[in-house]
């Protein structure tokens, strides 16, 4: 199960830090990813974390790189999504999702919605 | 950036009917396409990873084919509650790209 929490209402230009807890599968095994989804609009890939073997290197989204920080915390069972800079066109539905070896995107959180909006 | 181009954008079908649903990558990926539903106000559901391989627990008339740059996601008798959209996703590289969705509606 992936549970997200951390979304709200945000001015441009502000900040806002999404959590992703987890729980039912050993969580240091599988990458993390978020996906977004703006409202009326398709899904779109925000960034991964990868796990430990892979030394939890990142990857992302045009869109988001140089705004947006995936972290993850193996201890605690979640991963981390930091949205800096934010813009109007950021608002979307944020989902938590996580990819087992040798599969993909193979579970999603409920999602968590983020409005930037003065 | 690697595009993914869904066709078609829309579609309506009958209960029973075999519906065919296509995604085209702008570079060859392998078979590194995924397959995912979704209904109004749901979260995406995983259908089909490696353009053929079945999620766990999805229905056998759900299947997957392709390499390269063109691929199928085919229901072989469509059910009531397979009305939904649906998304194909390429992870051969980043930044992982999503299809632009096909939305099946009832005839």
């Known amino acids: 199960q992936l549970v997200e929490s951390g979304g709200g209402l945000v001015q441009p230009g502000g900040s806002l830090s999404l959590s992703c807890a987890a729980s039912?599968?050993?969580?240091?095994?599988?990458?993390m990813d978020w996906v977004r989804q703006a409202p009326g609009k398709g899904l779109e890939w925000v960034g991964r974390?990868?796990?430990?073997?892979?030394?939890?290197?990142?990857e992302y989204a045009a869109s988001v790189k140089d705004r947006f920080t995936i972290s993850r915390d193996d201890s605690k069972n979640s991963v981390y999504l930091q949205m800096n800079s934010l813009r109007t066109e950021d608002t979307a539905v944020y989902y938590c999702?996580?990819?087992?070896?040798?599969?993909?995107?193979?579970?999603w959180g409920r999602g968590t919605v983020v409005t930037v909006s003065s | 950036d690697i595009q993914m181009t869904q066709s078609p954008s829309a579609m309506s079908a009958s209960v029973g009917d075999r519906v065919t649903i296509t995604c085209r990558a702008s570079q060859g990926i392998s078979n590194s396409l995924a397959w995912f539903q979704q209904k109004p106000g749901k979260v995406p559901k995983p259908l089909i990873y490696?353009?053929?391989t079945l999620q766990s627990g999805v229905p056998s008339r759900f299947s997957g084919s392709g390499s390269g740059t063109e691929f199928t996601l085919t229901i072989s008798s469509l059910q009531p509650e397979d009305f939904a959209t649906y998304y194909c996703?390429?992870?051969?590289?980043?930044?992982?790209?999503f299809g632009q969705g096909t939305k099946l509606e009832i005839k």
């Open positions: 039912g599968f050993t969580f240091s095994d599988p990458h």
């Open positions: 490696a353009a053929s």
């Open positions: 999702v996580k990819s087992r070896v040798g599969n993909v995107f193979d579970a």
């Open positions: 996703l390429q992870y051969k590289s980043y930044p992982f790209t």
């Open positions: 974390v990868r796990n430990k073997v892979n030394s939890y290197t990142t």
